[in-house]
Nanobody
């Protein structure tokens, strides 16, 4: 059974940092592009960060939405089958439920699509206080 499990969310003050983890089981994370998304109350889900599959064809390409560029960093730990989202300089508007999703052999993109992902995690809450 394939599972994506997010963790690392919590309550933090504005300007603080959190590191989210997306742990994959039942699949080889290297073969999958991983996207990070967030959804705030009353708002649509937003794709915020992406790392392409690292299967010898793609090269771990990363992409960030304008809303997080320069503050968030996505990375992989292949040995742990885990993708991280390091979030710095957090703002109250970053408050949301954060999700990760996986797409088999996902390549380079400049648009983080909201549909067509093979697997989704259940989400982790991030709350940034002012």
């Amino acid at each position: 059974e394939v599972q994506l499990v997010e963790s690392g969310g919590g309550l933090v003050q504005a300007g603080g940092s959190l590191r989210l983890s997306c742990v994959a089981s039942g699949l080889i994370a290297d073969n999958y592009a991983i996207g990070w998304f967030r959804q705030a109350p009353g708002k649509e889900r937003e794709g915020i960060s992406y790392i392409s599959s690292n299967d010898g064809t793609n090269d771990g390409y990363t992409y960030y939405s304008d809303s997080v560029k320069g503050r968030f960093t996505i990375s992989r730990d292949n040995a742990k089958n885990t993708v991280y989202l390091q979030m710095n300089s957090l703002k109250p508007e970053d408050t949301a439920i954060y999700y990760c999703a996986a797409e088999l052999f996902g390549g380079r993109t400049t648009v983080i699509k909201l549909t067509g992902w093979n697997f989704w995690g259940q989400g982790t809450q991030v709350t940034v206080s002012s």
